[in-house]
C-alpha cells in the first residue's frame, strides 16, 4: 500500500477560532458585533465559512471559527483594515481570550487535556496541553 503524496500546509484550509469574553448583560451588542465581522469576512477571497456560538446562560465567552481556503487568504483577512476596524469596534465591549488556528482534522475531538478514561479499545495516555498541542498542529496565542 503507498501512502499519498503530502500537502503543504500552505495549501491546505485554515480555521480560526477564536473567543472572546464579554459582559452577558451585552448579548444584543456581542451578537451585532459578531455577525458584522463574520458577514464582512465573507467578501474576502478565499472565505470558506464561519459560525458562532453564544454562551450558555450566566456564561461570558462567545465562541466563533472562520475558514480561509490557505494560510495565505487568512493572512489577507487578518492583515485588511476592515478587520483592524471591526476588531477596535468591540473594545470595551468584548476582551480576547483565546485565539487558535488548524489546518487539519486532527485533534477537534481529543479528549479534553486533564480528564481520564477514554473510549474501549484505546488506550488512554497522558493528556498534558503541551503535548496535544504539538501532536494536534495547532497553534496558540493569548
Do not use: K, N, Y
Not at 464579554?22 to 448579548?27: L, M, V, W
Amino acid at each position: 500500500m503507498t501512502s499519498p503524496p503530502s500537502v503543504a500546509a500552505a495549501s491546505l484550509p485554515v480555521t480560526l477560532s477564536f473567543t472572546r469574553r464579554a459582559d452577558p448583560a451585552h448579548t444584543r451588542e456581542m451578537t451585532a458585533w459578531i455577525r458584522a465581522g463574520l458577514t464582512m469576512a465573507e467578501s474576502f477571497p478565499g472565505f470558506l465559512g464561519a459560525g458562532w456560538v453564544r454562551p450558555r446562560d450566566g456564561s461570558d465567552e462567545w465562541h466563533m471559527l472562520c475558514r480561509f481556503a490557505d494560510p495565505s487568504a487568512l493572512g489577507v483577512w487578518e492583515a485588511s483594515p476592515e478587520r483592524a476596524w471591526w476588531l477596535r469596534s468591540a473594545e470595551g465591549l468584548a476582551e480576547v481570550t483565546r485565539t487558535e488556528r488548524r489546518t487539519g482534522i486532527e485533534g477537534w475531538f481529543d479528549q479534553p487535556a486533564g480528564t481520564e478514561g477514554g473510549h474501549p479499545g484505546r488506550s488512554s495516555g497522558p493528556t498534558g496541553a503541551g503535548s496535544r498541542r504539538r501532536r494536534s498542529g495547532w497553534s496558540s496565542t493569548r
